[in-house]
């Protein structure tokens, strides 16, 4: 089942990509997916069904995915404030922060990891056990991390307490 | 249309132009890699989107938006792989009071 989906989705992506119908082409796009699908189908689907559950999953996912490009812009303005400065010196704070996350599952502790590093002024530089070790420009960065706000809204994607 | 792409494209390139700026004024490792990794990303996405709106809605176009989505993807982790590499061979970051924090502070409010 996990082989004919991934095979599927590839195959979708092959025509897509090469735009191009004729019988050598699709022919060898039969054979690379299905290779591919043979040796690592079982890494997009690691469960048996998908259930009306992961659906949600994924429209919660999108809504964040808007907020963080809000903040991505947002924080970059900030930067670029701060690197076209001529104080910039008394003005940038680079601290190593750490904080403590409630977050559990790997795919929510690697969505707070990657959209830390995305907002500019932060980036995740070590995780270890259940503490974030995060490096920032300035105190305001910092503090807008430190507020959790991030973390509460990926565990509200994820259903995680 | 097309007033809207050049737009978007200039304002990619603004972004690249501060990270190039930030390499060169920002003074350690750590912060240099804020100011190239990020504004890439986000210069990256707003150049491509224009590029995708300039073409129109042809195939290229949505090739064009896959390569967004990819870069949005690797990018971080790229820049997270940087940083943890310079962390493990033990590079302390500047500070304003010149203290080494590489043990990480607490500052939870």
């Known amino acids: 089942m996990a082989f004919i989906t991934t095979f599927i989705i590839l195959f979708g992506f092959w025509i897509f990509l090469s735009g191009m119908f004729d019988l050598f082409h699709l022919s060898l796009g039969i054979i690379s997916c299905a290779l591919v699908s043979l040796i690592s189908g079982d890494l997009l689907f690691s469960q048996k069904s998908v259930t009306k559950s992961h659906l949600f999953q994924i429209l919660r996912f999108l809504k964040y995915l808007f907020w963080l490009l809000y903040q991505i812009v947002l924080a970059n303005l900030h930067v670029a404030y701060l690197v076209l400065h001529p104080k910039m010196y008394s003005l940038i704070d680079p601290h190593i922060i750490r904080f403590k996350v409630r977050l559990k599952s790997d795919i929510s502790l690697t969505t707070l990891a990657n959209s830390i590093t995305l907002t500019p002024g932060t980036i995740t530089v070590l995780i270890h056990k259940d503490h974030f070790y995060v490096h920032s420009i300035d105190q305001k960065v910092a503090d807008d991390l430190l507020t959790g706000d991030m973390e509460e809204r990926v565990a509200s994607i994820y259903r995680e307490e | ?109």
């Open chain 2, 1 to 109: 249309m097309e007033i809207i792409a050049i737009l978007l494209i200039c304002a990619g390139t603004f972004f690249y132009l501060t990270g190039t700026i930030g390499l060169l004024r920002f003074p350690d490792f750590y912060s240099r890699m804020h100011a190239t990794g990020k504004s890439d990303t986000l210069g990256t996405l707003l150049s491509l989107l224009g590029l995708a709106l300039y073409t129109g809605l042809t195939l290229t176009s949505v090739k064009i938006l896959f390569i967004a989505v990819f870069v949005f993807l690797t990018s971080p982790t790229a820049t997270h792989a940087l940083l943890r590499a310079a962390f493990d061979s033990k590079i302390s970051p500047w500070t304003k009071d010149g203290k080494d924090l590489r043990d990480g502070e607490v500052r939870r409010k």
